[in-house]
């Protein structure tokens, strides 16, 4: 899994088994568990992804 590396140098890797996909019906990118197939999260901003996570 990904982690925060020391301060100011930000996240070392990406977030692995999750991908995100974009919701038609209000435009928020959803987290999404790759082995299962569950939604986990969604963005609270529009137009905002995850970051480090992959993109579907």
Not at 12 to 38: E, F
Not at 46 to 56: C, Y
Request: proline share 2%; glycine share 14%.
């Amino acid at each position: 899994m990904a982690k925060n590396g020391p301060k100011g140098h930000g996240r070392k890797g990406v977030v692995k088994k999750r991908s995100q996909v974009l919701s038609g019906r209000n435009q928020r990118w959803t987290k999404v568990d790759v082995k299962t197939g569950r939604f986990i999260d969604q963005m609270a901003k529009k137009g905002r992804a995850f970051k480090g996570v992959k993109m579907k």
